[in-house]
């Protein structure tokens, strides 16, 4: 028997080589011809190409597989789609297909198809291979602890991957890019594998990664060539991302990015486009090494001349005038040439809702709509405009569906939802919906995904699918944080998207039953002072047709008075309150449907216990307290209400009591009268302790007619800005303003509903319509009278940075300026009367924790009694959730 190997070549790109082996069987007839005609076809063979033209058809006999491999012979041969009884061509492409299936699989570092034996047209196959290597170790080095694990996952570098020059390869650069980004423009990445020989037999190697990121390389200098329109210093403005190394940078480092470097360029040149210069350009641009820490930017600029706008016409609106266009353009004939302000007033991609003439003909119903502008002159610098529009057909919602809502029902996602079917097509209600999905606080308001699908130019249809990630709603509350003179614990469970209907289904306990938007809260707060219960809950769309909210809530408090000489609460000594409210709340639709008129009806009752006060001289008695609370509030903010990043929400509220001094018959001037005599009295060294006490006892009795019904007027208003600037910054602003007034003077202000300013507003603890209002950089309710105040006002200014805003943690920093006061009357009301901080702080919400933030403020001012200024204070809160 003789042997001899064919080798089929394929093409240059195949990773492994067809061979075949041919072992043919001599006839008797004529041996030594045909001996030797197969040793010249052999060597032929050796050195030219077996073309697939002499291809022949062989019906498979047999398949074998040999070689180094885990896997079973009937896997192998099933993932090479070969089966025994084909018919096949040999050479062919049956055998490179088998080859090109078994080398998808990854699993294989070697794999060679041979013809072992031909008996007539059957063919007998066997299938070489050799398994990759599989990870059996891997040691890691130059990176931090901390980073290892996510550096592991990220390249899938677990035990028992299959180790190919591929995964190697990608490896190497995911970290080299990674670490560039950083500012490591040296990072060397040095892989090796070292082959495991042990009894298993198992192809195995162990793996170590070595990383020298080598010093970070900061911009030591740029430098512009060419430019004599724009200074040096506005075209280094222009470069948002790339910055020269300054000592006293530091919000922007000056690390060198390749990409972040050419997106400045391309912003450089927008510069100059917005000054005129459209035919500006970058001739070149140097990255220059200085050494292992520095580079230097070499940039040429060509300017060009400076050009106008001429003629604005629009071609083929027929929806809008040409006038109307124009007052929405709002770029006349003269004005410098601005080809970005242009694209902006076009087609505005920083905002989903911008005021431009794409998203006025897409809020309209034309969601095919073309805007294209086109220069058609340009002579002598006067650049004539066509605005060319192809409006479409007006297109209407087809089909609206919801996917990713494992928890909450579909009926409380559909009614906040703005597009109906049939309905024609706006892309405001699009942008709406997405903000009252993110408003909801059930999802996360960064993964929320409106996707068109089916889009009919010729038809005028289009279905959209909101896609939403259900985030955690349900709260466990454990805040802690010292404020109102002593540490403050809170135990709290609130139950954001609650189902009231499924309270008594087992089966709905997931852990409790939810689902139907409504808010359910439980909640413990106690101090050495104070212990504080209340129950609330809400219903958001009270029937389920319209969006007007109920609620309820009820409360109990007991409160105690703080003895000066022991330090310590003093239990003998309290007042309990009990409460109850209901509210109603009706989402308007003018002036626009982000106005909410809210409406409340409450009751407190107020029992007290020895608690002799500078306000509760009726240490043993009683006061009511029945109000009405108006309410008007608009928010439009968006979208994500852990980080806003546009819109604003104002509120003004003013809670009512029954004005009982005009039909209660009591004389209020009278005792008013006597107690300022009585006060007198007391006041008067001469008088006797007998003739004092009796005074103090009427005034008690004086104060307990004043009081055994409250009477009052209270009006607040609260407003805040958000605005988007540069980058990913967000500067938020914040006005407020509370006044506590009478309808009688004589009967004078309430000594409950005041105001306690400063701190980080954790002493917000008594259910007696106490109000404290948050203020850094000073000790919890330190800016006002031990009894509060009638009234406060304060300015806030925020700038925030998202540092991430994942469903896993969303944290950001901030840097605040505050400054507020409280008086203790209007005539004493100074807005500018002030106390001022500043400060940097972070906030970090996380579902398994909730939020957590910390304040760091100064304040510059003395606190009321002292000469010096306040100085540093630090403020925190912690929640869970789940």
Do not use: C
Request: aromatic share 12%; no cysteine.
């Amino acid at each position: 028997m003789l042997s001899q190997n064919i080798k089929i070549e394929k093409d240059a790109l195949e990773k492994q080589v067809n061979k075949l082996v041919k072992r043919f069987k001599l006839k008797t007839f004529s041996q030594y011809t045909l001996a030797l005609l197969f040793v010249l076809s052999s060597l032929f063979a050796q050195s030219q190409e077996l073309s697939f033209e002499n291809s022949e058809k062989y019906v498979i006999a047999e398949i074998k597989v040999v070689g180094n491999t885990s896997f079973s012979e009937q896997t192998i041969i099933t993932f090479s789609k070969l089966k025994k009884g084909d018919e096949i061509l040999i050479p062919g492409e049956e055998i490179s297909t088998a080859i090109k299936k078994l080398w998808k699989t990854n699993l294989f570092s070697d794999i060679e198809v041979y013809l072992s034996k031909v008996e007539g047209n059957a063919a007998y196959l066997e299938i070489r291979l050799a398994d990759l290597p599989a990870l059996n170790e891997l040691k890691i080095t130059g990176v931090k602890k901390s980073k290892k694990e996510a550096l592991i996952k990220e390249n899938k570098l677990q035990e028992g991957v299959k180790v190919t020059e591929n995964l190697i390869t990608t490896t190497k650069n995911y970290i080299q890019s990674k670490n560039r980004k950083a500012g490591f423009l040296n990072t060397k990445v040095n892989i090796n594998t070292i082959t495991v020989k042990d009894s298993l037999q198992n192809a195995r190697v162990n793996m170590v990664l070595s990383v020298d990121r080598g010093e970070k390389v900061k911009i030591d200098k740029i430098n512009f060539e060419g430019n004599s329109i724009l200074s040096d210093k506005k075209l280094k403005k222009a470069m948002k991302n790339t910055k020269q190394k300054k000592a006293f940078r530091i919000l922007k480092r000056s690390k060198y990015i390749a990409a972040e470097f050419k997106e400045d360029l391309n912003s450089v040149i927008d510069k100059y486009k917005e000054n005129g210069y459209r035919d500006a350009r970058i001739i070149s641009d140097t990255l220059i090494i200085n050494n292992a820490k520095t580079v230097t930017l070499n940039i040429k600029i060509e300017e060009g001349e400076k050009y106008t706008f001429g003629d604005i016409t629009f071609i083929g609106n027929t929806v809008y005038t040409d006038d109307y266009l124009k007052r929405k353009l709002r770029i006349e004939k003269g004005e410098t040439y601005n080809g970005i302000l242009l694209e902006e007033r076009i087609a505005d991609n920083s905002r989903p809702d911008g005021d431009d003439i794409t998203n006025l003909y897409q809020d309209n119903g034309y969601l095919f709509s073309k805007i294209n502008p086109v220069e058609v002159n340009a002579d002598g610098n006067v650049i004539d405009m066509e605005i060319r529009i192809i409006e479409g057909k007006p297109t209407y919602f087809n089909k609206i569906t919801v996917v990713g809502n494992e928890k909450t029902n579909d009926h409380v996602i559909y009614r906040e939802i703005r597009t109906r079917p049939g309905e024609l097509y706006s892309k405001a209600n699009v942008v709406r919906t997405v903000r009252e999905l993110s408003q909801l606080g059930f999802f996360d308001a960064e993964q929320i995904d409106p996707r068109f699908k089916n889009a009919s130019p010729e038809d005028g249809t289009i279905d959209i699918e909101y896609g939403v990630v259900e985030a955690g709603a349900s709260q466990i509350e454990l805040q802690g944080g010292y404020g109102g003179g002593g540490f403050i614990g809170t135990l709290g469970l609130s139950f954001n998207n609650f189902s009231l209907k499924d309270i008594f289904k087992k089966e709905a306990y997931k852990p409790i039953p939810s689902g139907d938007g409504q808010k359910l809260a439980l909640r413990l707060q106690a101090s050495q002072f104070f212990r504080t219960y209340s129950f609330q809950f809400s219903e958001p769309w009270m029937g389920g047709k319209k969006p007007v909210q109920f609620s309820t809530s009820l409360s109990q408090t007991q409160q105690f008075l703080f003895d000066q000489q022991t330090r310590r609460a003093d239990k003998n000594r309290r007042f309990n309150i009990t409460g109850i409210t209901f509210g109603l709340a009706k989402r308007l639709s003018i002036p626009d449907d982000y106005f909410t008129l809210s409406q409340g009806l409450s009751f407190q009752h107020y029992d007290l216990k020895n608690y002799n006060t500078g306000l509760f001289t009726f240490g043993d008695g009683y006061s009511n307290n029945l109000s009405y609370t108006l309410g008007l509030s608009r928010n439009n903010t968006f979208n994500d209400p852990i980080f806003p990043t546009g819109g604003s929400s104002f509120s003004a509220t003013a809670k009512l009591s029954i004005p009982y001094s005009l039909f209660n018959d009591t004389d209020y001037e009278a005792l008013r009268e006597e107690r300022e005599a009585n006060q007198v009295i007391i006041g008067d060294p001469t008088n006797d302790i007998e003739q004092r006490t009796a005074a103090s006892n009427r005034i008690s009795q004086i104060d307990q007619e004043r009081f055994n019904w409250l009477e009052f007027y209270k009006i607040k208003f609260k407003a805040e800005w958000y605005t988007k600037l540069i980058g990913k910054f967000v500067f938020k602003s914040n006005i407020e303003f509370g006044f506590l007034g009478a309808y009688n003077q004589d009967r004078g202000i309430v000594p409950f509903e005041r105001f306690f300013l400063g701190g980080d507003g954790l002493g917000a603890f008594a259910l007696d319509g106490r109000e404290v209002i948050a203020l850094r950089g000073y000790p919890n309710q330190s800016l006002s009278d031990n009894d509060g105040a009638p009234v406060y006002n304060k300015f806030s200014l925020e700038l925030r940075y998202p540092i991430t805003l994942k469903q896993s943690a969303k944290i950001y920093a901030l840097g605040f300026l505050d400054a507020g006061g409280s008086y203790d009357s209007f005539k004493d009301y100074n807005p500018f009367n002030v106390k001022r901080s500043a400060g940097l702080g972070v906030r970090i919400f996380m579902p398994a924790f909730g939020l957590l933030g910390i304040d760091f403020g100064y304040g510059f001012d003395p606190l009321p009694g002292n000469t010096v200024k306040h100085g540093w204070e630090t403020h925190f809160i912690i929640g869970q959730q789940f």
